[in-house]
């Protein structure tokens, strides 16, 4: 096969455009417009880990970018550089030009340069490090969430787990709503219109990478408030909205990898945030509403039609708990 | 265990101090000052293909750094902000927190933050990005070597590999030098302020992560020149220099992980070379001259004492074609 530099060469290897300086020097170069701050995120996904062995190598590269434009998305950052590492068990070139493909296609319908990386033999591993700008102040962090604003999540939820499980001969679909469900798990659509839009509107965001249990509990968390979730209301897809409320639950709050955005906005805000979903092309929900907190208080509750808290025991997903 | 989360707060959560947002959102916020470029570069390393499985916890929290910190040095950047992404087959804390003390041992003595990563299940990965800072257009790109330029390195050649050769009981060494020789391989020092001080001085720069025969030719080959290197001059070690010179040159010049800085500079500047190599207390090599390079000529040629090609086949190191 092929060396290491020969590979990335190949296959890694395109000029620059707004970076000083690509990938081919032990250091990419970037030179940041004026008034602005640059939001960074790392995420690294593993075989067995984050994605079955035998995922469709176009779509691995398409999510590996993915999941990291969707941290961008959740802080309303432009994406602008990227660097990609890459452990190969083997030199199997189909798979890593299949990769690259859909690695690229992605980055190119968002303007990301590709401007370093390291590829590197030993059990599959993808690594992307993702730098997008926002103008100086004005990012949407985790914490700023008030009491009375309103909870929003784009799109649907739940959708990734539903084909997590179909994979696993866990639930049994229709031929189409399998596909989409697992095109929605395999190859999730980042939600950088909507992020980006949401700036001076969003008072607190975070995407959903392991389940909305998990991550709006820590928004609700860093915000220092409480976060009440009325479980009839939230987005499902026609195959959750079939099933009774409790396993409707563990998918649309318990299951990780849709990269919906979650955010929070004053209820002023009502009709900007439609606009700006409808704008973006994205379905936005209203979901529930931040509520005081004191004490032990837990930071999230899901009420059912009667305002009773759920019984469920749903916690977001973690890495190292939850998958077998 | 605990889990990710707890990992991450436990281990890895320290309070920003540059960056405008550390660990914990779901991006790091940084704001560059005026004036300078960013330098970023990312390395993956594998256990079994980067160090050996049960290298010391410790050491490896600092070596993964280092050699990152390497890269900014061969730009000439001042190391500023790091991400760490770490997949773990399981949860040993004793493990992790020796490997986060390395880590931050040497990350405190370069001023540089941690802020964000990610930890996840999955064979022993680490991989960073680190991002430095460098006046804008003063950074030491690989391709500025200019024919007559003398090449240079900084410290001794060779070392690790011998190191990696003793561990893997394909060399016999003293035990003093056995340990110095897995020393310079499990915990390399980056020479960042080195790399810094010849900004303005060398006309091309690379760290030696790959060995001298693959790093000095990709530098060459980037600056369209030829390099010419005196086997008789290559700082080596003592256990080296006892060697025949075939046997020193494998090490020398094929041998992976020195992270030493390899540079060009006009013989003019020969003098400012050494007192900045003594003002940042490592030691400078003359080791051959940049040449005219024409059609099909080798980018790097090595002669010995009198001046005739050295019959070698070493051709730097590859990890996809080099480690057993």
Same mark, same amino acid.
């Given at each position: #096969?092929?060396?290491?530099?020969?590979?990335?060469?190949?296959?890694?290897?395109?000029?620059?455009?707004?970076?000083?300086?690509?990938?081919?020097?032990?250091?990419?170069?970037?030179?940041?417009?004026?008034?602005?701050?640059l939001?960074?995120?790392?995420? #690294?996904?593993?075989?067995? @880990? %984050?994605?079955?062995?035998?995922?469709?190598?176009?779509?691995?590269? %398409?999510? @590996?970018?993915?999941?990291?434009?969707?941290d961008l998305a959740a802080m309303?950052? @432009?994406?602008?550089?990227? #660097?990609?590492?890459?452990?190969?068990p083997g030199g199997d070139e189909a798979w890593l030009a299949a990769f690259a493909s859909g690695f690229f296609a992605l980055a190119e319908a968002h303007a990301v340069e590709l401007v370093g990386g390291d590829t590197t033999k030993g059990p599959l591993n993808v690594c992307v490090t993702i730098v997008?700008?926002?103008?100086?102040?004005?990012?949407? !962090?985790?914490?700023?969430?008030?009491?009375?604003?309103?909870?929003?999540?784009?799109?649907?939820?739940?959708?990734?787990?539903?084909?997590?499980a179909h994979l696993?001969?866990?639930?049994?679909?229709?031929?189409?709503?399998?596909?989409?469900?697992?095109?929605r798990l395999e190859a999730p659509t980042p939600r950088v219109?909507?992020?980006?839009?949401?700036?001076?509107?969003?008072?607190?965001?975070?995407?959903?990478?392991?389940?909305l249990a998990g991550d709006l509990r820590h928004l609700a968390e860093?915000?220092?408030?409480?976060? !009440?979730?009325?479980?009839?209301?939230?987005?499902?897809?026609?195959?959750?909205?079939? #099933?009774?409320?409790?396993?409707r639950l563990g998918f649309a709050i318990g299951g990780g990898d849709d990269y919906e955005l979650c955010f929070s906005a004053p209820s002023a805000a009502t009709e900007q945030v439609l606009e700006t979903g409808a704008r973006c092309g994205v379905a936005v929900t209203k979901i529930g509403r931040m509520v005081g907190r004191r004490g032990a208080t837990a930071a999230l509750v899901v009420v059912d039609a009667d305002g009773n808290p759920c019984a469920t025991t749903v916690c977001g997903y973690d890495h190292f708990k939850a998958l077998a």
């Open positions: #096969m092929p060396g290491e530099f020969d590979l990335i060469e190949k296959y890694f290897k395109r000029p620059a455009r707004h970076a000083r300086l690509g990938v081919g020097d032990d250091c990419a170069l970037i030179a940041p417009e004026a008034g602005v701050e939001a960074v995120s790392t995420d #690294m996904l593993v075989e067995g @880990t %984050h994605f079955l062995a035998g995922t469709d190598a176009y779509r691995l590269g %398409h999510k @590996t970018l993915a999941v990291n434009l969707s309303g950052a @432009t994406p602008r550089y990227a #660097m990609l590492a890459l452990a190969l997008g700008e926002v103008p100086a102040g004005r990012a949407i !962090r985790r914490s700023g969430a008030q009491v009375d604003d309103d909870i929003w999540v784009s799109g649907t939820l739940g959708d990734a787990a539903l084909g997590l696993q001969q866990r639930a049994a679909l229709r031929a189409d709503e399998a596909a989409h469900a697992v095109s219109a909507l992020g980006v839009a949401l700036r001076g509107i969003a008072t607190a965001m975070i995407d959903l990478s392991d389940g860093a915000s220092g408030v409480g976060a !009440r979730v009325e479980a009839a209301v939230l987005p499902v897809g026609a195959p959750l909205a079939r #099933m009774p409320l409790a396993q």
